[in-house]
């Protein structure tokens, strides 16, 4: 477009926008302001669909069975348009539909397919992995066995030198010195799926330290996720039992 044009159909005459944001499930132009909120047709669609796909959560510690709720996030006009899923180890496999609810029926890692089609018949495709009962993919994300599936915190965690654990790798005795300005924390260790294996109490600290040993003799070998919860901050850390 090299020149200006008018593309006021269906606008007010005058307003003061405070969003403006496209609309492509009904390729609208939508504007909202502090006399109401108006839309009008796309001046020019994009040249390509853009699949995405959103899911309300994209791993579990829960066991087979738990449902997932999948919706279309495409950049995509929905009338006219054809939707293909794919869903590994899941029931039901396959949908036609912009959203569909699945059930996992095996642990591991699944993949999700989503193609779609437009009303011209372009052609766009996204994946994506969902993992059940599997590794976490982030120390960031950590799951709770009382509220399985939800993360704890998904927020960046500083993990600095202000906690030592030693000796790790471990044969089962840890040492931790803790520098904090929280007065209450709790420990907690979590297995690779988010399994709650420990929760105790660690004593108050002393001029902002505390040091405090643990004995985790009593688990498998592997690693593990070490959580010290405080009132005002947290840190993580990963262990291995040897």
Known sequence: ??????????????????????????DKLRISSTKGMWESTLFQ????????????????????????????????KHEGAQWEWSFEGATPATASTWFSEVTFNTPGTHQVILKITDDRGLIDSDTLEINIGGTLPSIDILFDQENCGDPVSTTAFDNNKSLLISPNPTSGVLNLEYNTIS??????????SGKLLLKQAL????????????????????????????????????????
């Open 1 to 26: 477009m090299t020149d200006w044009m008018d593309f006021s159909d269906g606008l007010p005459a005058v307003s003061t926008a405070q969003k403006s944001r496209p609309f492509y499930r009904d």
């Open 183 to 192: 007065k209450k924390n709790i420990l907690k260790v979590f297995n690779p």
């Open 45 to 76: 669609r994009p040249n390509m669909p853009f699949a995405q796909i959103m899911v309300d959560r994209i791993e579990t510690c829960a066991d087979v069975g738990s449902t997932f709720r999948f919706v279309d996030y495409s950049i995509l």
């Open 203 to 242: 004593p108050e600290p002393i001029n902002g330290k505390i040091e405090q040993t643990i004995n985790i003799s009593h688990l498998p070998k592997g690693a593990y996720l070490l959580k010290i919860e405080g009132t005002d901050e947290i840190r993580i850390e990963k262990i291995i039992l040897l």
